[in-house]
């Protein structure tokens, strides 16, 4: 057996917004409630409601830039750059830029919809 897995094929979360994801690895595309991986690329102007997610966040941006809004906070990563989130922290994130986003997000636990706590 196999001590290692590839991912070829991550599953692409459908959105209705213009942003790309693709979890390479959680709860979506292999079961795992312990860490979801995912690819992501935002397009200019893009936004999330506010939320309060009940998981670790760490974000890498590998092209662009991303804003968070972090209790009241404004934060402006570029390429190269990463932050950690920590679970319970009232966040937005968006790219209110001209050029769109990509970056890597994973989250500890797994993200899920039940986990996120958006605001209305």
Same mark, same amino acid.
């Given at each position: 057996?196999?001590? *290692?897995?590839?991912?070829?094929?991550?599953?692409?979360v459908a959105t209705n917004d213009g942003k790309?994801?693709?979890?390479?690895?959680?709860?979506?595309?292999d079961g795992n409630s312990k860490i979801s991986?995912?690819?992501?690329?935002?397009?200019?102007?893009?936004?999330?409601?506010?939320?309060?997610?009940?998981?670790?966040? *760490?974000?890498?941006?590998?092209?662009?830039?991303?804003?968070?809004?972090?209790?009241?906070?404004?934060?402006?990563?570029?390429?190269?750059?990463?932050i950690k989130i920590n679970k319970n922290t009232?966040?937005? *994130?968006?790219?209110?830029?001209?050029?769109?986003?990509? *970056?890597?997000?994973?989250?500890?636990?797994?993200?899920?919809?039940?986990?996120?706590?958006?605001?209305?």
């Amino acid at each position: 057996m196999k001590k *290692y897995t590839i991912q070829n094929t991550p599953f692409i979360v459908a959105t209705n917004d213009g942003k790309i994801i693709k979890e390479h690895f959680g709860l979506a595309s292999d079961g795992n409630s312990k860490i979801s991986i995912a690819h992501m690329k935002a397009p200019a102007g893009w936004s999330e409601p506010f939320q309060t997610p009940e998981f670790d966040e *760490y974000t890498f941006i590998i092209k662009g830039k991303k804003q968070f809004i972090i209790d009241g906070e404004t934060i402006v990563l570029e390429a190269g750059q990463s932050i950690k989130i920590n679970k319970n922290t009232r966040v937005q *994130y968006s790219n209110p830029f001209t050029e769109p986003c990509e *970056y890597i997000a994973i989250c500890t636990p797994a993200f899920s919809m039940d986990l996120v706590n958006r605001d209305a």
